[in-house]
């Protein structure tokens, strides 16, 4: 009568806890492996002391290490929103995509997207050739935009090898501006 946990054996609905007349389920199990649990405490490593069935504490650790899982997604979550810009005015995050890589080599790229307010939809659909970057030296362009009001970002990230042979962005080189609504349209109607 011992709980394995390789799918052999039978399934734990068919188990009771107890005299009672409840069947084993996520909810009944996780009560009675909190209230069975048995703590040991430690004093430099050395065992002093066993809490048998105390319920209370049980619960009260069981709390506890729920509380560390959720303080810790909210942690993750600051840290995925930490990189998204902000728009002031709508106050909210805007969404971001990586739309493109090219060579840095491409001069002619390179100063086109810099100068895309001033471009046509049509010269700014002339720079989504795609092209192999392999592990060159590259840009990766990144566009931030606002759901509110469509004003966004682009953000050209510059990626090149690091010490390790990884691919890194060197932010001395990388650009960033910002850029209205007709271009964040114009580019996200390449880029889907
Ligand atoms: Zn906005």
Redesign the pocket.
Known sequence: MNLNYKMVGEHVSNYAIGDSDEPLNFISFTKEMVNRRTINFFIRKRAVGEVEGNVVLNWIFFVIDGLGSALGSIFAMGFVIGSKKY??????Y?KEKSILKFLSTDIDRTIKFQDIERLSPDQIKGLFLTTKVGRNDHYEVVVHW??????GYLEMKYMQKNSKGKMEENTNMSKEFKISPDTVKAILEQAM
Do not use: I, L, T, V
């Not at 606002?146 to 004003?151: A, I, K, P, Y």
């Open positions: 728009c002031d005015d709508c106050k909210r805007m606002c759901e509110g009001c469509d004003n």
